[in-house]
């Protein structure tokens, strides 16, 4: 499913009547509410809609709205040693990303938690509507924990503990709305929702949840808590088996989308103001509301000249109107004629690049991570055999030496997968974020602290518990 249908206008009421000031539990404006707008699997399937117009945010400039994905690489690329601003120090708030100054009050980090939260919202609309959709439901069942598991991974990776919603809640509900909940329950209640969707879904969609989707995600859930190596290896190979392959051009993989590569990829589409984004016009010079963020910095450059092989022409590029900068060359939304990418849109703030949230290549290395199983290295050739597919595409030769250690796999991660909001979660679940991104923060004059590997919790939310919900250390 290419292009999403927008929601009914009664729907709209009931799913987004919710203000920035209380978005765990909107309440309807007019008559028309959840009791009475369910009434057959027709009208589940535009709330299940719903759940992925969350993720994929609205195209504005208004800090008010919800953006979704579209603000995903502040967060997980600018916080890394990945990317900065163009203009380092400049462009305000983006700013405390890269030099790990993020205040409370960011409105981008806002956003972020809204928005995942806005999504979780949508799916527990779905999951207490069920009951409409008759022999369909085990399906919407899983679509909807699959988008509530994501949201929530995203949330307990970036905050810590944070409270758990599971139902659609009232405004009274104060309680569930400002309780912090243990992260290893959060994780909990993350596997169990992906081990429902795996069990309830097929490989119908790339742009909807699917069960190699769920499986992949399910994978990197396990990757991260450390709980069960072996099954996240059982899960890549599932993956592995069912039809997936590398583009061998790795061009296509961005720019001919939904490609063989592409397991569960965020839609956009060109030139509709409805269903576009603006992040990939941010990451270029003087086009969207920034002067440019998300540029690359020396470091990803340097260990993509080295390593990257091929990827390295399709992943940076110079900078047309200033030369000694340099743009990432993923998601370009006005083209370039250099590389041979044609644009998606014909205004670059209006772009259709689509946002690849999890893709072969990704399985592949967790496949090996997942046999490494927290060691320092492997020898085993299955794995050795994955992380050779990911090198020979590049047009490297695999490991030479018969052993693939941690520091290789992880260099390997950051040139596969650079710009694709993998590099700082890469960083903790290695356990080296700490030591890389102090070293990063000296050498280019930042303040990165322990603390930093943490987000704040908005203090907009803080205020609205009245003091219920408590702080990140650090902040």
Same mark, same amino acid.
């Given at each position: 499913?290419?292009?999403?249908?927008?929601?009914?206008?009664?729907?709209?009421?009931?799913?987004?009547?919710?203000?920035?000031?209380?978005?765990?539990?909107? &309440?309807?404006?007019?008559?028309?509410?959840?009791?009475?707008?369910?009434?057959?699997?027709?009208?589940?399937?535009?709330?299940?809609?719903?759940?992925?117009?969350?993720?994929?945010?609205?195209?504005?400039?208004?800090? #008010?709205?919800? +953006?979704?994905?579209?603000?995903?690489?502040?967060?997980? &690329?600018?916080?890394?040693?990945?990317?900065?601003?163009? *203009?380092?120090?400049?462009?305000?708030?983006?700013?405390? $990303?890269?030099?790990?100054?993020?205040?409370?009050?960011?409105?981008? %980090?806002?956003?972020?938690?809204?928005?995942?939260?806005?999504?979780?919202?949508?799916?527990?609309?779905?999951?207490?509507?069920?009951?409409?959709?008759?022999?369909? /439901?085990?399906?919407?069942? /899983?679509? /909807?924990?699959?988008?509530? /598991?994501?949201?929530?991974?995203?949330?307990?990776?970036?905050?810590?503990?944070?409270?758990? %919603?599971?139902?659609?809640?009232?405004?009274?509900?104060?309680?569930?709305?400002?309780?912090?909940? =243990?992260?290893?329950?959060?994780?909990?209640?993350?596997?169990?929702?992906?081990?429902?969707?795996?069990?309830?879904?097929?490989?119908?969609?790339?742009?909807?949840?699917?069960?190699?989707?769920?499986?992949?995600?399910?994978?990197?859930?396990?990757?991260?808590?450390?709980?069960?190596?072996?099954?996240?290896?059982?899960?890549?190979?599932?993956?592995?088996?069912?039809?997936?392959?590398?583009?061998?051009?790795?061009?296509?993989?961005?720019?001919?989308?939904? #490609?063989?590569?592409?397991?569960?990829?965020?839609?956009?589409?060109?030139?509709?103001?409805?269903?576009?984004?603006?992040?990939?016009?941010?990451?270029?010079?003087?086009?969207?509301?920034?002067?440019?963020?998300?540029?690359?910095?020396?470091?990803?450059? =340097?260990?993509?000249?080295?390593?990257?092989?091929?990827?390295?022409?399709?992943?940076?590029?110079?900078?047309?109107?200033?030369?000694?900068?340099?743009?990432?060359?993923?998601?370009?939304?006005?083209?370039?004629?250099?590389?041979?990418?044609?644009?998606?849109?014909?205004?670059?703030?209006?772009?259709?690049?689509?946002?690849?949230?999890?893709?072969?290549?990704?399985?592949?290395?967790? +496949? %090996?991570?997942?046999?490494?199983?927290?060691?320092?290295?492997?020898?085993?050739?299955?794995?050795?055999?994955?992380? &050779?597919?990911?090198?020979?595409?590049?047009?490297?030769?695999?490991?030479?030496?018969?052993?693939?250690?941690?520091?290789?796999?992880? =260099?390997?991660?950051?040139?596969?997968?650079? @710009? &694709?909001?993998?590099?700082?979660?890469?960083?903790?679940? @290695?356990?080296?974020?700490?030591? %890389?991104?102090?070293? $990063?923060?000296?050498? *280019?004059?930042?303040? @990165?602290?322990?603390?930093?590997?943490?987000?704040?919790?908005?203090?907009?939310?803080?205020?609205?518990?009245?003091?219920?919900?408590?702080?990140?250390?650090?902040?």
């Amino acid at each position: 499913m290419k292009k999403y249908i927008k929601i009914s206008t009664v729907l709209l009421v009931v799913l987004l009547a919710s203000s920035c000031e209380d978005f765990l539990s909107p &309440e309807p404006v007019s008559v028309s509410n959840a009791e009475t707008f369910f009434e057959s699997e027709a009208d589940l399937e535009l709330a299940a809609i719903a759940m992925y117009d969350a993720m994929q945010g609205i195209n504005s400039t208004s800090t #008010n709205d919800n +953006h979704g994905a579209q603000v995903d690489f502040y967060v997980q &690329e600018m916080l890394s040693d990945n990317t900065r601003s163009k *203009n380092v120090g400049g462009e305000g708030e983006s700013a405390q $990303f890269e030099s790990f100054n993020v205040t409370a009050t960011n409105g981008i %980090v806002d956003d972020y938690y809204r928005s995942n939260y806005q999504s979780i919202y949508r799916a527990n609309v779905v999951l207490e509507n069920l009951g409409v959709a008759g022999s369909a /439901a085990s399906r919407f069942e /899983a679509e /909807a924990k699959f988008v509530r /598991a994501y949201a929530y991974f995203n949330l307990v990776r970036s905050f810590g503990d944070v409270p758990l %919603v599971t139902s659609v809640i009232g405004i009274a509900d104060t309680a569930i709305q400002f309780t912090r909940v =243990d992260s290893d329950l959060i994780y909990d209640v993350i596997i169990d929702d992906l081990t429902t969707a795996v069990a309830g879904l097929d490989n119908t969609y790339k742009t909807r949840a699917s069960k190699a989707a769920a499986q992949a995600l399910l994978a990197k859930v396990y990757l991260t808590t450390g709980t069960n190596y072996g099954l996240a290896q059982t899960l890549c190979e599932s993956v592995m088996g069912a039809g997936f392959v590398l583009e061998p051009n790795f061009k296509d993989v961005f720019y001919s989308e939904l #490609n063989n590569e592409i397991i569960f990829a965020i839609d956009y589409v060109g030139d509709s103001s409805a269903d576009s984004q603006n992040f990939s016009a941010e990451w270029l010079n003087a086009v969207g509301r920034t002067a440019g963020v998300n540029y690359t910095t020396q470091e990803v450059r =340097d260990a993509l000249d080295a390593l990257g092989g091929d990827r390295t022409l399709y992943s940076y590029r110079q900078d047309p109107l200033l030369l000694s900068q340099f743009q990432v060359a993923k998601f370009i939304p006005n083209g370039d004629d250099t590389l041979g990418i044609a644009a998606t849109s014909s205004n670059p703030t209006l772009a259709g690049n689509d946002l690849i949230v999890l893709r072969y290549a990704d399985v592949l290395l967790m +496949h %090996v991570e997942a046999i490494m199983a927290g060691q320092q290295s492997t020898t085993a050739q299955a794995a050795l055999d994955s992380f &050779e597919e990911v090198r020979l595409r590049a047009g490297l030769v695999g490991d030479a030496d018969g052993t693939i250690t941690k520091q290789e796999l992880l =260099d390997e991660r950051r040139v596969e997968l650079a @710009f &694709e909001n993998q590099r700082f979660f890469d960083l903790v679940r @290695f356990n080296v974020a700490q030591d %890389v991104l102090s070293a $990063f923060s000296d050498n *280019n004059g930042y303040n @990165f602290s322990v603390s930093d590997l943490l987000l704040p919790i908005p203090q907009r939310e803080i205020n609205l518990s009245q003091g219920a919900l408590g702080q990140n250390p650090g902040y």
